[in-house]
């Protein structure tokens, strides 16, 4: 094996001894490196500012949802609300007991023939963020407004079926 050198620096051999010393050991320095207590202590104070961070998050993935579900009512409730404007112009024809409000949501998103043109009130019914999947709570204008049963006369309100709580404390499902 040959040994190996640096160019410039004197080879070194593998040695404890200090130059002038007559000690055959290197003294560890005692302010190097951490002491098990304040290894504990920094664990700890990551421990603790971690357990804090974490409400925090689950509020904030939460209130996300809750936004993108007020959004997805708005969007389904303006629909409605743009299909029963057509309908009192005249624009369509509908059933007489509608009251001018759109049969179900399909209809919405698959649209209506007005002057020979195809309309869409509604891209697509969003998937409710509360409960993961596109089946909505209707009210028919029909129905008592407590009511929790859709008569299926026609769509006059749309709402959760999720049976939780949102942060400012109401149900989902009376949004």
Not at 89 to 108: F, H, I, N
Not at 114 to 122: G, R
């Amino acid at each position: 094996m040959i040994p190996r050198t640096n160019p410039g620096h004197p080879p070194s051999s593998v040695s404890s001894k200090r130059v002038g010393s007559t000690n055959s050991t290197v003294k560890p320095n005692p302010e190097s490196g951490l002491t098990l207590v304040e290894l504990i202590i920094c664990v700890s104070i990551v421990a603790i500012l971690a357990s804090a961070a974490l409400p925090i998050a689950r509020f904030q993935v939460k209130r996300e949802k809750e936004r993108e579900l007020r959004r997805d009512l708005w969007e389904m409730r303006d629909a409605i609300d743009r299909y029963k404007d057509a309908a009192d112009k005249g624009a369509m024809q509908v059933k007489t007991d509608s009251l001018g409000y759109p049969p179900d949501l399909e209809t919405l998103v698959n649209g209506v023939d007005i002057q020979d043109k195809k309309v869409k009130f509604l891209r697509r019914i969003p998937k409710d963020p509360m409960t993961g999947d596109t089946e909505w709570g209707l009210r028919s204008n029909q129905d008592d407004a407590d009511s929790d049963s859709f008569g299926g006369q026609n769509v006059f309100d749309v709402h959760s079926k999720s049976t939780g709580t949102a942060l400012d404390g109401t149900k989902y499902n009376t949004w």
